[in-house]
């Protein structure tokens, strides 16, 4: 018995009962179950902030466009995840092509070449494609909250699918594929600040820009239909946002629970300075308001999380709390109608933390090393919102040049629950 392998002896009896995929899927790589049953957990809780956006966006607006509001939300699980498994995945993680603008793989177009690819982490490349699908279906989701109440379901249909194979797989690529430009340039994007919030936000603000304000706006007063929905889809955001941030560290060790400690922080921090501010400003704290300091604190941590400590993550939430607080009361003061504030939390949310994570990051730095961060965040955002910025406004341009993106007027009024779905979010008739 001297000879006897615990080890090996039990690997054969695994392999004789489940097959040889059952342990290595590659020769060579070893399949780690605890890191991919995290990160399938992060799949799962990713897809969970879709629901809760459409939650969370429904309940702000009115009673007659509740359905039709979510349906933003829900078809971007459809589209965008059929867009991702076909060339999605390619084009954001492949190698460059066209100067590397954006990726290819001709392996990765429905995803035919990864069947059993084990990355060297140890995770199934099955799982990695599917974790950063959901990252490509809720991206556009957000910008729909810019133009809340006042677009056609086709057209927005359309505008999504297009927008996801213009903006964002570039976007995905500069800054999290190995070849990327920024990637080369280490520009810190742990959990999408520019790839998703910055380009969501922008984008946003410029569909909403072009197609102009809601009927009556600003002198008709738009109160929302139901924050107890609003309320319940921010804490769905919330519990969603630890697969957002943590499994984008695509581990299960130390660096995990770093990145899940400062979005907790983060959000928590958030929500309290956005308390606090209304209180001063207002004299009362709104339920609206906390939600919207949980969204922001989120936000600015999300390209963060992978570098900062509990201290610099509530530092973030703060200042992007007030940040985002008065960016939206100047909203309201150049009257532009941002619907759900999608630029107001989500774009001014993070550049904060974008630009500012180089205050607070793990570990001693030299004033040349943060300066020469600082700058590389500098252009990384710039050249987001810039990018993001050109490429929507010819993209709505031409969708609603060819079948309409804003909705006629009588559809508007009749709200977009009966007129593009035949459909009654509440089962009512009234406003």
């Given at each position: 018995?001297?000879?006897?392998?615990?080890?090996?002896?039990?690997?054969?009896?695994?392999?004789?009962?489940?097959?040889?995929?059952?342990?290595?899927?590659?020769?060579?790589?070893?399949?780690?179950?605890?890191?991919?049953?995290?990160?399938?957990?992060?799949?799962?809780?990713?897809?969970?902030?879709?629901?809760?956006?459409?939650?969370?966006?429904?309940?702000?607006?009115?009673?007659?466009?509740?359905?039709?509001?979510?349906?933003?939300?829900?078809?971007?699980?459809?589209?965008?995840?059929?867009?991702?498994?076909?060339?999605?995945?390619?084009?954001?993680?492949?190698?460059?092509?066209?100067?590397?603008?954006?990726?290819?793989?001709?392996?990765?177009?429905?995803?035919?070449?990864?069947?059993?690819?084990?990355?060297?982490?140890?995770?199934?490349?099955?799982?990695?494609?599917?974790?950063?699908?959901?990252?490509?279906i809720i991206t556009p989701a957000l910008i729909a909250g810019a133009f809340a109440e006042r677009v056609t379901f086709k057209g927005y249909v359309i505008f999504?699918?297009?927008?996801?194979?213009?903006?964002?797989?570039?976007?995905?690529?500069?800054?999290?594929?190995?070849?990327?430009?920024?990637?080369?340039?280490?520009?810190?994007?742990?959990?999408?600040?520019?790839?998703?919030?910055?380009?969501?936000?922008?984008?946003?603000?410029?569909?909403?820009?072009?197609?102009?304000?809601?009927?009556?706006?600003?002198?008709?007063?738009?109160?929302?239909?139901?924050?107890?929905?609003?309320?319940?889809?921010?804490?769905?955001?919330?519990?969603?946002?630890?697969?957002?941030?943590?499994?984008?560290?695509?581990?299960?060790?130390?660096?995990?629970?770093?990145?899940?400690?400062?979005?907790?922080?983060?959000?928590?921090?958030?929500?309290?300075?956005?308390?606090?501010?209304?209180?001063?400003?207002?004299?009362?704290?709104?339920?609206?308001?906390?939600?919207?300091?949980?969204?922001?604190?989120?936000?600015?941590?999300?390209?963060?999380?992978?570098?900062?400590?509990?201290?610099?993550?509530?530092?973030?939430?703060?200042?992007?709390?007030?940040?985002?607080?008065?960016?939206?009361?100047?909203?309201?003061?150049?009257?532009?109608?941002?619907?759900l504030d999608a630029f107001g939390l989500h774009g001014m949310g993070g550049i904060v933390g974008a630009i500012f994570l180089v205050f607070f990051?793990?570990?001693?730095?030299?004033?040349?090393?943060?300066?020469?961060?600082?700058?590389?965040?500098?252009?990384?955002?710039?050249?987001?919102?810039?990018?993001?910025?050109?490429?929507?406004?010819?993209?709505?341009?031409?969708?609603?040049?060819?079948?309409?993106?804003?909705?006629?007027?009588?559809?508007?009024?009749?709200?977009?629950?009966?007129?593009?779905?035949?459909?009654?979010?509440?089962?009512?008739?009234?406003?």
């Amino acid at each position: 018995m001297k000879h006897f392998n615990f080890k090996t002896a039990t690997v054969l009896i695994v392999l004789l009962l489940f097959g040889t995929n059952a342990v290595f899927a590659q020769e060579g790589t070893q399949v780690d179950t605890g890191i991919t049953s995290w990160m399938l957990t992060s799949t799962a809780l990713v897809l969970l902030m879709v629901p809760g956006l459409a939650m969370f966006y429904g309940g702000l607006v009115r009673k007659k466009n509740v359905l039709g509001t979510m349906m933003h939300s829900f078809v971007a699980m459809g589209v965008m995840a059929v867009l991702w498994v076909v060339v999605g995945y390619a084009m954001s993680f492949g190698e460059n092509v066209l100067g590397g603008w954006f990726g290819w793989n001709t392996d990765y177009v429905f995803l035919r070449g990864i069947d059993d690819k084990i990355m060297d982490g140890g995770v199934p490349e099955y799982v990695f494609s599917m974790f950063q699908g959901k990252f490509a279906i809720i991206t556009p989701a957000l910008i729909a909250g810019a133009f809340a109440e006042r677009v056609t379901f086709k057209g927005y249909v359309i505008f999504i699918a297009v927008w996801g194979l213009i903006v964002y797989n570039p976007l995905c690529h500069w800054v999290w594929a190995e070849g990327g430009f920024l990637y080369q340039m280490d520009a810190i994007d742990f959990a999408g600040g520019t790839v998703v919030h910055i380009s969501a936000g922008v984008s946003g603000l410029v569909a909403a820009l072009y197609l102009g304000g809601r009927r009556g706006h600003p002198k008709t007063m738009v109160p929302p239909s139901n924050l107890v929905m609003t309320m319940m889809g921010a804490g769905l955001l919330w519990v969603g946002w630890f697969g957002f941030n943590a499994g984008s560290s695509v581990n299960s060790g130390l660096d995990t629970a770093q990145a899940l400690t400062a979005t907790q922080a983060a959000a928590a921090a958030g929500a309290l300075a956005w308390m606090l501010i209304e209180g001063i400003n207002q004299g009362k704290a709104t339920a609206l308001g906390f939600a919207s300091g949980i969204l922001a604190g989120l936000v600015a941590v999300t390209p963060a999380a992978g570098v900062v400590q509990p201290m610099g993550a509530m530092a973030l939430g703060v200042l992007a709390s007030a940040v985002c607080y008065y960016a939206i009361l100047l909203k309201d003061k150049l009257g532009y109608d941002d619907s759900l504030d999608a630029f107001g939390l989500h774009g001014m949310g993070g550049i904060v933390g974008a630009i500012f994570l180089v205050f607070f990051m793990r570990g001693e730095h030299t004033t040349e090393e943060i300066m020469s961060q600082l700058g590389v965040q500098v252009l990384a955002v710039v050249i987001a919102i810039a990018y993001a910025a050109v490429t929507t406004l010819i993209i709505v341009w031409g969708i609603d040049k060819l079948v309409g993106l804003r909705a006629k007027d009588k559809d508007e009024m009749q709200g977009l629950d009966a007129s593009y779905h035949g459909e009654h979010g509440y089962g009512l008739l009234n406003l």
